[in-house]
């Protein structure tokens, strides 16, 4: 990937060793190193290139900080990657760490130092003397003793940055380190998770990347529609029309931010091809769990700008009738991953709101659509009216589908001859109808909890002793009446209380895909159409279940971005295919 092409020598020459060297482990690597200098030259950036990727969250931070010094200058150059997992004990940590790592290492490319307690103030404040770095990728996420004054002076430092994560750190909302961006010409991803941005950081926050920012994630805040304003105002191009959709074709997949994080993070790159592009402005956001309504999704859709759009949970101020209006008057011609909540597609609107299939949101209002990612669908319900909706909604991608086919085979006559193939077919069928996966977002259900009154005496002793006498035998009793012979008169035990029955509707939802499955084998097999065979209910795209519980999100998230930051050296990487 990277910007000029490679000398006549580097593109003919290839070294067998270089082939062998991403598949050894960390033993392996430890002995061919000291074979001889060749082989110490091909595969020390393997062994040294990611340090914390060969020990994962064994990786002792401490003693690599402590013997980092005594390494030979020509190995340091190696290294391109330094993750430190854990918290540095005293010994490693002093008031410049910081400032001696980043000199030491003087061609580190990505630095992460999530959660870490030493990044403080004094830390920080050592950048003032320090020359600047050549760190492409930063993730100061949840470091909860940064400061506004040392971060400003960070960035002073680092104007190669091209990746930015600081969520979880609210020394990051500040508005001297919003207006610091500024400064970041190359900077294309932005990350403020749960940093408590209102509707005027973010004006400031928008003023700063304006349209350098391809990604910007800016979810669970207090952002308004005032803040889908500001975005659309400052954060989209002014001549949107002009620009070439083929640019960014490479880089409109929902896996943009990995792939970006994998490059930088499994060997040296010195310049990414989509760094040479013009700015085209926010292309993915996520936006989930803050408070817009229907109006700003529909502002932030109306532009024609997005390919990726995370608008989950918006705190519930968003009601379906406006939402679905939103999403089919938009102009998304560029989107491809959306995310909403599961009831836009399982409930069924009224008859004045709904879609052809009966439900709010039919797949025909986002023809462009590649994944769609359902977030809450319940794992177990009361009744079958969610996954019976559910069943609907395939039903209608399937018609389209079919649909999509057919117009394909009438307007197959227009092509070249040497164009008529199944491959152009299945593309014009794709850019007709492009839904390809759905992803579930399951809940499990919840066990409810027993309330506990309020305790008068507040005593655990005491309410231990109470809840033992409850069940306690006693002569004496107040619970019924007695008759004249002083018994208590025998009553017959209450009816057992028949526990709720719950519906599986991933059960359910396998049951009738298996269904149709064989349904479209057997009229496959019967018949000499092959493949376009069509069989109501069969949906041939993908359908996948992601278990998560609300809680749970963040944390899933979280180990998601450590895989990619533990992603070793190797040949190739997603950016390079796309490229």
Same mark, same amino acid.
């Given at each position: 990937m990277e910007a000029a092409p490679p000398s006549y020598e580097a593109a003919t020459v290839v070294d067998p060793w270089a082939l062998v060297a991403p598949f050894l482990d960390r033993k392996a690597l430890l002995v061919v190193v000291r074979v001889c200098s060749s082989w110490h030259r091909t595969f020390t950036p393997y062994l040294w290139g990611n340090p914390a990727a060969h020990f994962r969250e064994q990786f002792n931070s401490e003693k690599f900080l402590l013997l980092l010094p005594t390494v030979r200058n020509v190995v340091r150059r190696y290294i391109h990657t330094i993750y430190l997992p854990h918290a540095l004990a005293e010994e490693a940590h002093h008031q410049a760490w910081l400032h001696d790592l980043l000199v030491q290492l003087d061609r580190l490319q990505a630095l992460i130092v999530r959660s870490q307690p030493s990044l403080d103030h004094e830390a920080l404040l050592t950048f003032r003397q320090a020359p600047s770095f050549t760190l492409r990728l930063l993730d100061v996420s949840y470091c909860r003793n940064a400061t506004p004054v040392g971060l400003s002076d960070a960035f002073d430092k680092m104007q190669q940055l091209l990746y930015l994560d600081m969520s979880g750190t609210y020394a990051a909302k500040d508005h001297r380190v919003l207006r610091q961006l500024s400064r970041l010409a190359g900077l294309k991803v932005v990350k403020l998770r749960s940093v408590s941005l209102n509707d005027a950081d973010f004006q400031v926050l928008a003023a700063s990347v304006q349209t350098r920012v391809r990604s910007l994630d800016v979810r669970q805040n207090k952002l308004t529609d005032a803040s889908a304003r500001h975005l659309t105002e400052l954060c989209y191009p002014a001549d949107r029309r002009s620009r070439s959709s083929r640019m960014l074709q490479a880089y409109e997949a929902s896996t943009f931010e990995a792939s970006l994080r994998q490059a930088l993070a499994s060997q040296f790159s010195p310049r990414l091809a989509f760094e040479d592009g013009s700015d085209v402005g926010i292309t993915h956001l996520y936006i989930s769990d803050n408070r817009l309504s229907a109006t700003g999704i529909a502002k932030l859709l109306a532009e024609n700008q997005l390919h990726v759009l995370d608008a989950g949970f918006q705190g519930g101020t968003l009601t379906h009738n406006a939402n679905t209006q939103a999403l089919s008057?938009?102009?998304?011609?560029?989107?491809?991953?959306?995310?909403?909540?599961?009831?836009?597609?399982?409930?069924?609107?009224p008859n004045r709101d709904h879609s052809a299939d009966g439900s709010f949101y039919h797949p025909a209002m986002t023809k462009t659509v590649q994944v769609l990612v359902l977030t809450d669908f319940p794992s177990h319900s009361c009744d079958s009216k969610t996954v019976d909706g559910f069943i609907t909604f395939l039903r209608s991608c399937a018609n389209k589908t079919c649909q999509a086919r057919r117009e394909a085979a009438e307007l197959e006559w227009s092509l070249p001859p040497g164009r008529r193939s199944a491959q152009c077919r299945q593309h014009m069928i794709h850019q007709l109808f492009a839904l390809q996966t759905i992803v579930l977002e399951v809940t499990e259900p919840t066990k409810p909890k027993i309330q506990r009154a309020w305790s008068f005496a507040d005593d655990e002793d005491c309410e231990n002793f109470q809840r033992e006498s409850d069940a306690d035998f006693s002569f004496f009793t107040d619970d019924g009446p007695v008759d004249s012979r002083g018994r208590i008169p025998q009553t017959s035990p209450p009816a057992p209380v028949k526990p709720e029955q719950l519906i599986d509707?991933?059960?359910?939802?396998a049951a009738f895909r298996k269904e149709r499955r064989a349904a479209f084998e057997q009229s496959r097999t019967a018949s000499t159409g092959g493949s376009d065979v069509e069989v109501e209910g069969y949906w041939p795209g993908a359908? $996948?279940? =992601?278990?998560?519980?609300?809680?749970?999100?963040?944390?899933?998230?979280?180990?998601?971005?450590?895989?990619?930051?533990?992603? $070793?050296? =190797?040949?190739t990487h997603d950016l390079d295919r796309l490229g």
């Amino acid at each position: 990937m990277e910007a000029a092409p490679p000398s006549y020598e580097a593109a003919t020459v290839v070294d067998p060793w270089a082939l062998v060297a991403p598949f050894l482990d960390r033993k392996a690597l430890l002995v061919v190193v000291r074979v001889c200098s060749s082989w110490h030259r091909t595969f020390t950036p393997y062994l040294w290139g990611n340090p914390a990727a060969h020990f994962r969250e064994q990786f002792n931070s401490e003693k690599f900080l402590l013997l980092l010094p005594t390494v030979r200058n020509v190995v340091r150059r190696y290294i391109h990657t330094i993750y430190l997992p854990h918290a540095l004990a005293e010994e490693a940590h002093h008031q410049a760490w910081l400032h001696d790592l980043l000199v030491q290492l003087d061609r580190l490319q990505a630095l992460i130092v999530r959660s870490q307690p030493s990044l403080d103030h004094e830390a920080l404040l050592t950048f003032r003397q320090a020359p600047s770095f050549t760190l492409r990728l930063l993730d100061v996420s949840y470091c909860r003793n940064a400061t506004p004054v040392g971060l400003s002076d960070a960035f002073d430092k680092m104007q190669q940055l091209l990746y930015l994560d600081m969520s979880g750190t609210y020394a990051a909302k500040d508005h001297r380190v919003l207006r610091q961006l500024s400064r970041l010409a190359g900077l294309k991803v932005v990350k403020l998770r749960s940093v408590s941005l209102n509707d005027a950081d973010f004006q400031v926050l928008a003023a700063s990347v304006q349209t350098r920012v391809r990604s910007l994630d800016v979810r669970q805040n207090k952002l308004t529609d005032a803040s889908a304003r500001h975005l659309t105002e400052l954060c989209y191009p002014a001549d949107r029309r002009s620009r070439s959709s083929r640019m960014l074709q490479a880089y409109e997949a929902s896996t943009f931010e990995a792939s970006l994080r994998q490059a930088l993070a499994s060997q040296f790159s010195p310049r990414l091809a989509f760094e040479d592009g013009s700015d085209v402005g926010i292309t993915h956001l996520y936006i989930s769990d803050n408070r817009l309504s229907a109006t700003g999704i529909a502002k932030l859709l109306a532009e024609n700008q997005l390919h990726v759009l995370d608008a989950g949970f918006q705190g519930g101020t968003l009601t379906h009738n406006a939402n679905t209006q939103a999403l089919s008057k938009s102009g998304s011609e560029f989107l491809n991953t959306l995310r909403i909540d599961h009831s836009f597609v399982t409930e069924t609107a009224p008859n004045r709101d709904h879609s052809a299939d009966g439900s709010f949101y039919h797949p025909a209002m986002t023809k462009t659509v590649q994944v769609l990612v359902l977030t809450d669908f319940p794992s177990h319900s009361c009744d079958s009216k969610t996954v019976d909706g559910f069943i609907t909604f395939l039903r209608s991608c399937a018609n389209k589908t079919c649909q999509a086919r057919r117009e394909a085979a009438e307007l197959e006559w227009s092509l070249p001859p040497g164009r008529r193939s199944a491959q152009c077919r299945q593309h014009m069928i794709h850019q007709l109808f492009a839904l390809q996966t759905i992803v579930l977002e399951v809940t499990e259900p919840t066990k409810p909890k027993i309330q506990r009154a309020w305790s008068f005496a507040d005593d655990e002793d005491c309410e231990n002793f109470q809840r033992e006498s409850d069940a306690d035998f006693s002569f004496f009793t107040d619970d019924g009446p007695v008759d004249s012979r002083g018994r208590i008169p025998q009553t017959s035990p209450p009816a057992p209380v028949k526990p709720e029955q719950l519906i599986d509707n991933i059960g359910k939802l396998a049951a009738f895909r298996k269904e149709r499955r064989a349904a479209f084998e057997q009229s496959r097999t019967a018949s000499t159409g092959g493949s376009d065979v069509e069989v109501e209910g069969y949906w041939p795209g993908a359908i $996948r279940v =992601r278990i998560i519980s609300g809680a749970e999100w963040a944390t899933e998230c979280y180990n998601a971005e450590v895989e990619d930051y533990h992603c $070793r050296a =190797r040949r190739t990487h997603d950016l390079d295919r796309l490229g």
